[in-house]
Each structure stands twice: as C-alpha cells, then as structure tokens.
C-alpha cells in the first residue's frame, strides 16, 4: 500500500510566510478597500469575505540595479538643439510607463491592481477595528462578558497571518538537523575511506564504489526541504472572558411612508453594521429592536429588518415605548443603557417639541451613550433642529447625517470610534 504526503506550497502562489507581514505592511489601503467594499455588498452578504483590490503604484518596491557606468557618447538623429557640454532640465511628471491609470491609450504599458484575499474574520476584525461602545462602566450586577484575545502559544494549524515565521524556521532547523546529521556523519566517514583508500592505492572498482555512495549519500542530502509544512507554527490566541457590565442597545427605526425603499435600506446596512459589532465584541449584550410609524412596536430581529409594515410619523411613540421598556426591564443602576435612532427627519411637526422633552426628561439622564442618525439628502427639519439643542446640552448625544449608502461606514465608525471626547458633538 502506497502512502502519499502533500507538501506542496499554498496554490497560486501564495506565499504563506509572508502573508502576515503583508497585512501588517499595507493595514491602511486594505482597510480602506474594507470600507469601500462595505457600500456595495447586499444586506445578506455583508459579513462574508472579500477579496480586495490595493493600487499597484501602493504596493511598488524601490528597486536597485547596476548602471551602466563608464564614460558613454551617444549620438541621438535629429538634434538640433543641444551640442556636447549643454545641462538638460530633469523631465516633469512621471517616467512615461504608465502605471494602470484605467483611461483608453495607444501609449504606455500599466499594470493591473492587486487583489488579495481576506478570510470572513479578517474582514470584520478590520472593519470594527477600533471601535467599542463609548462610556462602558462597571455596574451592580456584572453579566456582559467582554471577550479579550490573549496569546497562548503556538500551534500546528492556524491562518497564515498568525504564522509565527522565527518558530517555523526553527522547526525547520531542527528537522534538518535530525534528517541530516546521520547521513552526514556517514558522508565523512566515507570520504574519509576514499582518501585512505586512494593514498594506499586501492584498486579502480573499490574507488568507484566509494564515489558512488558518496554521491548518493550527498544527494539524500541535498533532498531535505529547506522548510516543510511540518514547520510551520502559528500564534495561537485564545479569547478570554473578562466580567465588564451588563449593557442594552435600543434600536429605533423609522418605517413610515415618507421613509422611501432606498432610505430603509440605508437603515437596514447602518444596523446590520451595528449588530455584528456587538455580537461579534461583546457578550450577552442584549438587543431591543423597536419599529415605529404612527405607533411603535417592539419586534424581533426578523421583522425588524424584513416586515413591510409602514404608515405615517409621529416619532415620539418610539422614545415613549422606549422609556417605558426601560424602566420596566432594564434598571439604570444595573445596565449600561445606549440606543441607536435612524429616521429621515420627517415628523409630525407638533410631535418634534413632544420627542425632544421625552429625551431631556425620561431617557438622556439614564443614557450612556445616544445616537440619532438622520437620512435624507434634504434639508434638515424641526426633529433634527431639536435634537441640536439636545447635543448642545448632553455631551453623550451624538448625531450624524447619512445622505448616500458611501456614507454609512463612515458615519458608523465615527459614531462608535474609541477614545470619543466628552462633550463633542458630531
């Protein structure tokens, strides 16, 4: 029975050495390709993984190469300008090769971008990278488990940005050694025998016999890999769970008629945003999702994001529900309270005044954090004018603008980004 072993190198040509240096090094453009890549996916595609595209010009090496040297005299046709001795001005803009520009030219060669493949949690490490729930504090009852990365070792198997390239080589080493020193302590005893033989003058047959094995024995040598995937170790990281607080996020969303399909839409991706954070950063984080058009009703995560029941607007029966919740299940000495509130801004104009003393009066005091996100690509009105003297008051109010689907990430990431100032407003 024959066995086979597979060490051949990952395909494509993929180096998986390097792989994470590769990432440490260009960490910036991918991140931005991340970015980019969030505003064209569908809703149900939005945690895959990606291959993403890096500028060739971004990722170009200076290169060193002999000159040609010595003391050259060219003679170019049709000069008429310039005689021997003249200084020539440094030519402007680039070298004339193109670099891929993507315009339609009978000139030049370009190279094409780079692309380069990301795993699903490679993508959302570097799309919530940074980013936590602002004002997080320790409460009574500590049951929101924050799960931390810690190191722990290494092992045989992992993805090739943990590879662990001084431990692998070492391995590698050590292989090498043990598959080597037999055979090489054989190879000088018998080049040790062919010399004795030769000075004694031994016959052509046994000399030949001797460089046969000889040759072979360096041939078995010469056949051990320089690295193996055998070698191969990886840092190993473990999550850890570390007692924090127990916390809420509110969800409010604006379902009445004036909240066109794209507009929807734009809440779903801001949401869907919000949700993979905090399931994928914290534990036991609970979720209230609230819908709201003239009326407002607590749902589950499916209708939230999929019912198609709509009406008219009157905003303030989502804080009121809203406060009402709260104070029934989710006590302000015992939760970190943060909610989240998407709507185009069209309310019923006696309702604006109305939602903005609810906020003053029953939910910013019990608040961590509280954010209205507003979007439309109109001006603004009496419910965003409202909330703006709310922010002036409030430091943990925060409010923000999404006029196209380009704006959603930025926005999110801003709204969410680490170290937030007290007291800035948006």
């Known amino acids: 029975m024959a066995h086979f072993i597979d060490r051949r190198l990952n395909g494509k040509n993929k180096s998986a050495v390097n792989r994470q240096r590769f990432i440490r090094r260009y960490k910036e453009q991918i991140k931005k390709a991340v970015s980019d890549a969030v505003t064209r996916r569908s809703i149900q595609?939005?945690?895959?993984?990606?291959?993403?595209?890096?500028?060739?010009?971004?990722?170009?090496?200076?290169?060193?190469?002999?000159?040609?040297?010595?003391?050259?005299?060219?003679?170019?046709?049709?000069?008429?300008?310039?005689?021997?001795?003249d200084?020539?001005?440094?030519?402007?803009?680039?070298?004339?090769?193109?670099?891929?520009?993507?315009?339609?030219?009978?000139?030049?060669?370009g190279e094409d971008d780079f692309v380069f493949d990301i795993s699903k949690d490679e993508y959302l490490d570097l799309l919530f990278d940074d980013l936590e729930l602002p004002n997080l504090q320790p409460n009574d009852v500590s049951q929101l488990v924050e799960m931390k990365t810690h190191r722990a070792g290494f092992t045989a198997h992992g993805v090739p940005a943990n590879i662990n390239i001084v431990r692998s080589l070492q391995n590698s080493l050590a292989r090498r050694i043990a598959l080597q020193a037999g055979k090489k302590r054989q190879l000088k005893a018998l080049e040790a025998d062919y010399h004795a033989a030769l000075a004694r003058g031994a016959d052509a047959e046994h000399l030949h016999q001797l460089q046969q094995q000889i040759a072979t024995l360096r041939q078995r040598i010469a056949a051990v890999?320089?690295?193996?995937?055998?070698?191969?170790?990886?840092?190993?990281?473990?999550?850890?769970?570390?007692?924090?607080?127990?916390?809420?996020?509110?969800?409010?969303?604006?379902?009445?008629?004036?909240m066109d399909q794209a507009t929807?839409?734009?809440?779903?991706?801001?949401?869907?945003?919000?949700?993979?954070?905090?399931?994928?950063?914290?534990?036991?984080?609970?979720?209230?999702?609230?819908?709201?058009?003239?009326?407002?009703?607590?749902?589950?995560?499916?209708?939230f994001f999929y019912s198609q029941e709509t009406g008219g607007t009157i905003v303030s029966s989502a804080l009121?529900?809203?406060?009402?919740?709260?104070?029934?299940?989710?006590?302000?000495?015992?939760?970190?309270?943060?909610?989240?509130?998407?709507?185009?801004?069209?309310?019923?104009?006696?309702?604006?005044?109305?939602?903005?003393?609810?906020l003053a009066e029953q939910i910013l005091p019990f608040v961590r954090y509280y954010a209205y996100i507003e979007i439309t690509s109109r001006a603004h009105q009496s419910l965003w004018y409202q909330y703006e003297q709310l922010a002036q008051r409030w430091?943990?109010?925060?409010m923000e603008n999404i006029r196209r689907v380009e704006d959603i990430y930025p926005v999110f990431r801003e709204l969410f980004r680490k170290q937030r100032p007290q007291g800035a407003h948006l």
Request: some cysteine; glycine content about 8%; aromatic content about 10%.
């Open 225 to 258: 890999p320089f690295i193996d995937t055998f070698d191969l170790r990886y840092n190993h990281f473990v999550k850890r769970p570390e007692p924090s607080s127990q916390a809420v996020m509110f969800c409010l969303m604006d379902v009445s008629g004036s």
């Open 87 to 109: 200084s020539l001005d440094r030519p402007q803009g680039g070298a004339g090769q193109g670099a891929g520009q993507g315009d339609a030219s009978n000139q030049g060669d």
């Open 45 to 85: 595609d939005i945690e895959q993984g990606e291959s993403v595209s890096i500028p060739s010009r971004d990722i170009s090496e200076p290169v060193f190469h002999q000159g040609k040297g010595g003391h050259r005299e060219l003679v170019h046709p049709g000069n008429d300008r310039f005689v021997t001795g």
């Open 264 to 303: 929807k839409e734009m809440a779903k991706r801001f949401y869907i945003l919000l949700y993979l954070f905090l399931t994928r950063s914290y534990r036991n984080v609970e979720v209230v999702f609230i819908r709201h058009h003239t009326q407002a009703k607590e749902v589950n995560e499916h209708d």
């Open 320 to 358: 009121q529900l809203m406060a009402e919740i709260q104070q029934a299940r989710y006590p302000a000495a015992q939760w970190n309270i943060y909610a989240a509130q998407a709507s185009d801004g069209d309310n019923w104009a006696d309702d604006s005044p109305q939602c903005s003393k609810l």
């Open 395 to 398: 430091p943990h109010f925060a």
